[in-house]
């Protein structure tokens, strides 16, 4: 069974630029969550969909979004980039399925997207 | 505010020296308590859950326990292959996932 992956691995960016980062999860999987990953802050939570819908939400502006198509596939766009926005960026895929049914929340990551703004 | 601190920051051993490491946590409702192994860049890599005060899971060399405010990860006779930063994380029921900052492991042949 394939992985998380996540594309592009690479990506350089000037200050003031958007960037859309996409995550294609383990087939079978609804629940694709974000995270953000820096030396100083160790990985925060971004947000999380499940079935097309955002169903939670770390504490980050209104300058990091996402969504989540069909396919279960998602992509996450940062829009005015500033430099703290470098940072690894990771996604991770779970069944997401009813609170009872337990391993339904193990995430799976995939490798990330580093992301450098100069 | 759900909390997860890990300790300690960085250990090093010698190969075959078995040690814990730890991670305490509070949290509003504990959905699940996840343990990952993390390469220098790479994505972490699923280890266990654990769901419940008393509950173990084993895997090679790795065996992780949970109380109901901390858990260990306890790692015997560690080979260099070993080193890695081990990661903790807490679900709550509301979905809320928080890390630790993870435990830097090193190996020495």
């Known amino acids: 069974k394939a992985g998380v992956t996540q594309t592009p691995r690479y990506l350089i960016k000037t200050r003031g630029q958007q960037v859309t980062l996409s995550c294609s999860p383990i087939s079978g999987h609804r629940s694709v969550s974000w995270y953000q990953q820096t030396p100083g802050q160790g990985l925060q939570f971004l947000f999380e969909y499940f079935s097309e819908t955002q169903r939670n939400k770390g504490n980050f502006p209104g300058r990091f979004s996402g969504r989540q198509f069909s396919n279960s596939r998602s992509e996450m766009n940062v829009s005015t980039l500033e430099l703290g926005d470098s940072a690894l960026y990771l996604c991770?895929?779970?069944?997401?399925?009813?609170?009872?049914?337990?391993?339904?929340?193990?995430?799976?990551f995939g490798p990330g997207t580093r992301l450098t703004v100069t | 505010e759900d909390q997860v601190t890990q300790s300690p920051e960085a250990l090093r051993l010698q190969e075959g020296e078995s040690s814990s490491l730890n991670c305490s946590y509070t949290v509003s409702g504990l959905r699940g308590l996840f343990w990952y192994r993390q390469d220098p860049g790479k994505g972490p890599e699923f280890l266990f859950t654990l769901y419940s005060a008393g509950e173990e899971k084993e895997k090679e060399r790795l065996k992780a326990t949970l109380t109901k405010k901390e858990s260990f990860l306890h790692i015997t006779a560690p080979k260099p292959e070993d080193s890695a930063t081990y990661l903790c994380?807490?679900?709550?029921?509301?979905?809320?996932?928080?890390f630790g900052a993870g435990t830097r492991l090193t190996v020495k042949p």
């Open positions: 991770a895929s779970s069944l997401g399925g009813s609170r009872t049914q337990r391993g339904a929340y193990e995430q799976y």
């Open positions: 994380a807490v679900q709550a029921w509301n979905n809320d996932m928080r």
